[in-house]
């Protein structure tokens, strides 16, 4: 039996990335989403999560980019002054990496994310993390402490199978030996991931795709990907949005990407795909 996750990270960081991920689940085949707490359209994100109760909500927890939730005198060895986060997923790793971020101001930041999500009335239904911070085991651990507090047993497991990312990408997503290189990075450190996911109870799909094909599944490319799915349960982490003025100024890397895998999620023939492949479409909050 096949099951699949389809999840839209960055919920929450503006009002066009929030349209189209929603657009992507009442008109197309999106079951979750990753509200992020440090973005600037955080209550829109929770306005509209809130008109959408079927839609799997989880926190996507951000360690990299951005202002901090935390005042910044709370995590001096996380945020600059300012409360601003290390700039890029490179600088992060270093520095904790290093021991130059301490465990407990990752902690009070994290929790502090969780915390707000939940004030606002949204019960998260698992945890990943903007740029797949908590591959790193000193994350990994901290994460599953706060899991394991808040009462929250599921993780986006990042760990992609190199044979199946070569299988989902397909002459239609193109090749991206960046995203590949990538993909083998985490796979080193695959086996602490597991052993703290066990040593916390956290529990997670088999098989997780999309980063070999980050911002390229359109219509074509998610068929594909759908038709070359293993057997068991997988997620798949999807970019939609509708990209504008505000995505524009955010200077993420993923633009006109957003607008491609939105399509991909409303095109009728990747329902087909779907239903031609006999996949059930679930959310996190049934991953038992």
Not at 106 to 117: C, D, M, R, S, Y
Not at 194 to 219: M, N, W
């Amino acid at each position: 039996m096949k099951e699949l996750i389809l999840n839209a990270d960055d919920f929450g960081l503006t009002k066009g990335v929030n349209e189209g991920i929603i657009r992507g689940y009442r008109e197309g085949i999106l079951t979750s989403t990753t509200l992020m707490a440090t973005a600037l359209a955080f209550e829109d994100a929770v306005e509209r999560a809130k008109e959408n109760p079927g839609l799997g909500i989880g926190c996507h927890l951000v360690l990299t980019g951005g202002t901090a939730v935390s005042p910044p005198e709370e995590i001096p060895t996380l945020a600059d002054r300012s409360g601003r986060l290390p700039v890029s997923l490179a600088a992060f790793v270093v520095r904790v990496s290093s021991g130059s971020i301490r465990d407990e101001d990752i902690e009070t930041e994290l929790k502090a994310q969780v915390e707000k999500i939940r004030r606002a009335g949204i019960e998260p239904t698992h945890f990943d993390t903007h740029k797949h911070t908590h591959a790193h085991p000193r994350v990994m651990k901290v994460i599953g402490a706060l899991a394991k507090e808040f009462g929250i047993a599921r993780i986006r497991k990042p760990v992609e199978n190199l044979r199946h990312s070569w299988k989902s990408m397909g002459r239609h997503a193109g090749t991206s030996p960046t995203q590949l290189a990538a993909v083998a990075a985490v796979r080193v450190i695959s086996s602490q991931f597991h052993e703290i996911s066990r040593a916390y109870g956290l529990r997670s799909p088999d098989h997780f795709l999309g980063v070999a094909v980050t911002g390229r599944l359109g219509p074509k490319a998610l068929c594909h990907l759908i038709d070359t799915l293993p057997a068991g349960r997988s997620e798949v982490m999807l970019h939609p949005g509708v990209c504008d003025a505000d995505l524009v100024r955010t200077g993420s890397r993923l633009q006109q990407q957003r607008q491609t895998e939105l399509e991909g999620l409303l095109a009728p023939e990747v329902r087909r795909a779907v239903e031609r492949g006999g996949i059930r479409l679930i959310s996190y909050s049934e991953l038992n």
